[in-house]
């Protein structure tokens, strides 16, 4: 550590100078560098979701993100929620983070209305420390979920844990309202698997020999925009796998012709019959392990022999239970 002798009466000093420090950034070589550092150590670890391991661009923005929020990267990194290419918050991470951002009280929650019917609902509201001023969020109502549709969606919460989803609900529209920059404009992982719905009838894009309807995310067809380049890669880490890394099967393992129209009669129909991808066995594979749960009570859940016996519908009725425990 460099040192400098200030003389004061009687005595030497040895004062050490003022040491720079560098700070996770995307912006400037030094912060970069840090970035790049400890996303390598962390890409490295078995610890972090699976989104993260041995994936150092996506940690490398986790870091950021972490930095910018003043929040721990790995609290980030598990809460952080890639769902078909789109980045969301858990529901309990941003509550959390605004009852420690220092700026309001704890979220408060108030309900109203009759429970169990639609009028029922819920609200949050904190109070500001800087002008002791109410702040009032919007009210969430059972009426108002089955008017979105958010009550009725297949694999969807507010049937079976109303309450709960309410107060979710409420929470992320209160920090939504009054500190944007806390969620960084990102939505809450409920509130995307309520926006977003992905059929078979009108996501299969092409019929293969060899491995049956696909998915547009499964598509073989090679995108040009980088952008989309970019969320595709995302989502295949997450949920499919790569089309380059999709088994190449024998001749003695092609699918009958009576197959092949099994297959092509299930797209046409939408029936969400067709059977799950191996990135999605792998998905659902990572979430047990991050709970400690069995392969088995799956396949007891639904009456299969094996995670590949799953349907398209039964996947998305698992990924809905999973994002709702965490």
Request: proline share 5%; glycine share 8%; charged share 20%.
């Amino acid at each position: 550590m460099d040192t400098t002798i200030q003389h004061m009466p009687g005595s030497l000093v040895f004062k050490p100078e003022a040491q720079q420090t560098h700070s996770v950034a995307l912006t400037d070589s030094q912060g970069f560098d840090l970035a790049q550092r400890a996303a390598k150590l962390l890409a490295a670890s078995s610890l972090v979701p699976v989104e993260y391991q041995n994936n150092i661009p996506n940690c490398v923005i986790a870091l950021n993100m972490a930095h910018r929020l003043g929040a721990d990267p790995l609290m980030v990194m598990q809460n952080l929620v890639v769902i078909y290419g789109r980045p969301s918050w858990s529901s309990q991470f941003l509550i959390a983070t605004v009852n420690t951002c220092g700026r309001f009280s704890a979220l408060r929650y108030e309900f109203f209305g009759t429970p169990g019917t639609d009028d029922w609902g819920c609200r949050a509201w904190a109070i500001e420390r800087a002008t002791g001023e109410k702040l009032d969020g919007t009210k969430i109502t059972i009426g108002l979920s089955k008017t979105e549709g958010w009550y009725g969606k297949k694999g969807s919460k507010w049937q079976s844990m109303p309450e709960q989803m309410l107060m979710y609900r409420a929470g992320a529209w209160w920090c939504r309202a009054y500190a944007p920059e806390l969620s960084m404009g990102l939505h809450t992982s409920d509130e995307v698997s309520d926006f977003i719905d992905i059929t078979p009838s009108d996501n299969i894009v092409e019929q293969d020999v060899k491995t049956g309807p696909r998915r547009k995310s499964e598509s073989k067809t090679e995108v040009n925009d980088a952008q989309e380049k970019t969320q595709q890669k995302v989502y295949d880490q997450v949920i499919t796998p790569a089309s380059s890394t999709l088994p190449q099967e024998s001749s003695s393992d092609k699918p009958s012709p009576g197959q092949q129209a099994a297959g092509a009669s299930a797209a046409a129909t939408g029936s969400g019959a067709e059977k799950i991808t191996g990135g999605q066995i792998k998905y659902l594979t990572a979430k047990l392990d991050s709970f400690g749960m069995k392969e088995q009570g799956i396949l007891d859940r639904f009456k299969v022999a094996s995670m590949g016996d799953l349907t398209f519908d039964q996947f998305d009725t698992l990924r809905a239970d999973f994002l709702a425990m965490e």
